[in-house]
């Protein structure tokens, strides 16, 4: 070995030494265990240091400099040592490495390849630990952790640029992926949409305006399209029952445990309606077969995502969201008798149960013959010509006794919770202005996380990464063999 490298050797003995001094010498005596686990952290990430340090000081004494094949059955001459900066999760480090060279021919460097170096000068442990805190908090806040925790600056830009690299192979990933197996899903494929405004940052071609004008919005906003793909057991109701669950009352005891969704899916983007319906239609053609008797989309009562919903998925029967439905006969509910008269609520539940029962034309002609006894103009009677419409524009969609006795669902819960949490909960947070390119990456690696598919994923983008960049497989060795992925 090398001065360095048994300079090295030397200093982690000593260093391992006095940790074992640490946690059993006199002082271990009137530390507390607080102190002691936040020196041994600080220690522990030294030593790290000083260990991949020394990994990196072996490989490279170890590296050969004799002769490099060369194209069409030359050799290619060591050359030089050359040296790159590598930023790994406990500090900066120098990798140096042999460089073989010589006119006419393009320059040879072995050990990078075999390292699987980054493109870039930082670790993917390290911008990988920087991107699972950036899907989940601010930029800013995400790196405050790694600053205190690791002792490590970061810039905000940094983590933006790889979180732009990294989030480019989720498509590939997800075309790659293999189906679930047949066992582990239900009998019903379901699909849900929706749509969640993301605020964006204002054109850097627009002429700035003195003041907003009449009609100008304080903030530009773009819809970010999310859909979800799962599959589930049916699980039949009754109107009554569903009507109970809306209104929370005690429900009976039943035997049954209602089923959960299986292999939930979920991904968002700001590529628009046509490009979300397709990869939506692309995920369901994915989870098909045999074991599927029936399929089932969910959608509110927006009229451009149910012709998508319709063109992209055309062998599944559309639902309208119940709980929509509800939101619009409390809003005529309260058009009646107002915020606190108690018989709103009651009126309420039986308009609800009657839908449930497959009833709504009753619904409609209340709330038409309710329309045409007050003024056009008046308040009341636009509520009522407003739900009428909406309930007969969408009637097709709501034959719920059908739907409850197939055991379908009949609610967009999940959806609605992608648009809140996949979406509203990362692109809303205070102060947040997002281009559409920002926006959409951190969106697909936020999905990548919300997946499951994290640790599945990085490792998929590191395998193409390196066939990118050293045009040969990446083995690595140390990956369990159920693990890793195939290289193709």
Known sequence: MSFN????????????????????????????????????????????????????????????????????????????????????????????????????????????????????????????????????????????????????????????????????????????????????????????????????????????????????????KKEAIAVAVYTIEPYLRTPQAVVDALFKKEPPPVLDVRPTPCHKQIFASLDGKEAALKRLATWTARREGPHIVQRVALTDGALALQKHMQTKLPGFSLVLDIIHVDEYVWKAGTAIYGETDPQRSKWVENQLLEILSSHTDKVIEELETRASKVTKRSKAGKVFRQVANYFRRNLRYMDYAEYLRQGWPIGTGVIEGVCRHLVKDRMELSGMRWTVAGAGDLLALRAVNENGDWEEYHQYRRIQRHKKLYHKPLIESWVDQAERLEIN
């Open 5 to 220: 490298s048994t300079q090295i050797i030397h200093e982690l003995r000593a260093d391992f030494e006095q940790l074992i001094e640490l946690v059993t010498g006199p002082e271990s005596q009137t530390a507390t265990l607080n102190q002691m686990e936040r020196s041994l952290f600080r220690r522990v990430l030294r030593l790290g240091f000083k260990l991949l340090q020394l990994f990196l000081t072996t490989r490279t004494h170890a590296e050969s400099h004799a002769p490099q094949p060369g194209a069409h059955g030359t050799t290619v001459p060591y050359h030089s040592q050359k040296a790159v900066d590598y930023f790994s999760i406990f500090g900066k480090l120098e990798v140096e490495h042999a460089y073989f060279y010589q006119s006419g021919q393009p320059g040879r460097a072995p050990l990078p390849s075999e390292l699987s170096l980054p493109e870039r000068c930082y670790s993917d442990l390290l911008m990988e630990s920087a991107e699972l805190l950036a899907v989940d908090s601010a930029y800013d806040k995400g790196l405050e952790v790694i600053a205190r925790l690791l002792g490590l600056t970061l810039s905000e830009a940094a983590v933006e640029t790889m979180v732009a690299d990294d989030s480019q192979a989720v498509k590939a990933f997800y075309t790659q992926k293999p189906p679930f197996p047949a066992e582990e899903e239900g009998r019903l494929l379901v699909a849900q949409a929706d749509g969640k405004v993301v605020p964006m940052v204002r054109s850097e071609t627009a002429t700035p305006k003195a003041r907003r004008e009449k009609g100008d919005k304080k903030t530009h």
